[in-house]
């Protein structure tokens, strides 16, 4: 059974920053692309930033500039570092993964974690 598990949500004031961490663990044969989404209150998911298994990184122009994605794949664990924070950055924070358990892969979602900015 694969599972994500972000962790490093919290409250923050505006400017600071919080980094986010997602371990993939379980019987895991590949990982593809990670990434991180979010969602805020009455509104729908949206892309924060995707990393490939080469580390190419891709990131909504919201965040540019201020969010950094990055992985370890000895850890099989995706980061978000985010800095400058801004109260339209709170929302859940969801961790995203396509995994191959065995040769197929799949998509897989975290809880959430989430994150406060206060003005």
């Known amino acids: 059974q694969v599972q994500l598990v972000e962790s490093g949500g919290g409250l923050v004031q505006a400017g600071g920053s919080l980094r986010l961490s997602c371990a993939a663990s379980g019987t895991i044969a590949r990982i593809n692309d990670m990434g991180w989404y979010r969602q805020a209150p009455g509104k729908q998911r949206e892309l924060v930033a995707t990393?490939?298994?080469?580390?190419?990184?891709n990131y909504a122009d919201s965040v540019k500039g201020r969010f950094t994605i990055s992985r370890d794949n000895a850890k099989n664990t995706v980061y978000l570092q985010m800095n400058s924070l801004k109260s339209e950055d709170t929302a859940v924070y969801y961790c995203?993964?396509?995994?191959?358990?065995?040769?197929?892969?799949?998509?897989?979602w975290g809880q959430g974690t989430q994150v406060t900015v206060s003005s």
């Open positions: 990393i490939t298994s080469r580390r190419s990184t």
């Open positions: 995203n993964a396509d995994i191959a358990p065995a040769f197929t892969f799949r998509n897989y």
